[in-house]
């Protein structure tokens, strides 16, 4: 794998980058070996890492984000001790420590030597990570469906729909104890395909953390969106997207003016 990975990597690509790319692969192989393990049947994909790999969103990621849609058959410590022996066949050793005390069930996978064996570090022990995390209480409204993906490898991933990505997305834009840069690039993308999102979906989310029904709906979106986005810190959502960016100059989107212009007119109606 290692040299599948060298692969990927080009002479003119930064070291940003190449870690990037080094993680994404990583990425890919575990949703690999989720699709192998029959594990979709469970699990819907969702989050940022969704966009990028089904949508081909121009950052990248560093989780891969998880709803539980099927109970029966479901045990995450079993899961990540696939994962953790599967990424060995493949000649990776991945240290994992399952959490399991909290609804969202998470793990950190280190890989110990993939740095140094591709070339991006002098330390043999400096660690690759990528963090995997699951709901296992969701919100309802989420509607799913299964697409083939072909990069790297070929398979079928099960994942929410475009308008149940948007509806989870604004739910962690708006609805996070802070605001990532992350989140609010991927909302500019979701502006930019005037993508509605599934409101039974959101408003069941907000519900769910917030203990009170907004009724969001497409009457009342635009008014909501200008009035968070005016209370949020552009410069720190730069600040937490830029080195996750293929271009940097689409920092320059994260604008609060040009953001609320985009709002108006993507609502105009």
């Avoid at 990583?26 to 070996?33: D, V």
């Avoid at 979701?190 to 907004?214: E, M, S």
């Avoid at 635009?222 to 959502?237: N, T």
Wanted: proline share 3%; hydrophobic share 40%.
């Amino acid at each position: 794998m290692i040299e599948a990975i060298r692969q990927q990597l080009t002479g003119n690509m930064g070291q940003e980058e190449k870690l990037n790319r080094t993680r994404e692969f990583l990425q890919l192989t575990a949703l690999k070996i989720i699709y192998d393990k029959n594990y979709f049947k469970n699990l819907s994909f969702t989050g940022g890492t969704a966009l990028r790999i089904l949508f081909d969103l121009r950052r990248f990621s560093e989780d891969l984000d998880f709803s539980l849609i099927e109970k029966k058959g479901y045990d995450f410590v079993k899961l990540v001790d696939m994962l953790s022996k599967e990424y060995e066949l493949f000649g990776l050793k991945a240290d994992a420590k399952p959490k399991t005390d909290r609804t969202v069930n998470s793990v950190m996978l280190k890989f110990p030597n993939v740095l140094k064996e591709v070339g991006l570090s002098a330390l043999k022990d400096q660690k690759l990570s990528i963090k995997l995390e699951i709901d296992t209480n969701p919100p309802a409204g989420g509607q799913v469906l299964t697409t083939l993906i072909n990069k790297v490898y070929m398979f079928n991933v099960t994942h929410f729909e475009l308008p149940s990505l948007f509806a989870t997305k604004l739910h962690a834009c708006f609805f996070r104890k802070y605001a990532k840069g992350r989140d609010f690039y991927d909302l500019v993308w979701y502006l930019g395909r005037k993508t509605v999102p599934n409101f039974i979906l959101l408003n069941n989310a907000i519900k769910q953390t917030q203990g009170n029904d907004l009724g969001m709906n497409e009457g009342n979106l635009k008014d909501f969106l200008l009035e968070r986005i005016a209370k949020v810190d552009f410069s720190a959502l730069r600040h937490d997207v830029e080195k996750f960016l293929e271009d940097k100059t689409e920092l320059k989107l994260l604008d609060p003016v040009w953001l609320k212009n985009t709002i108006e007119t993507v609502y105009s109606s």
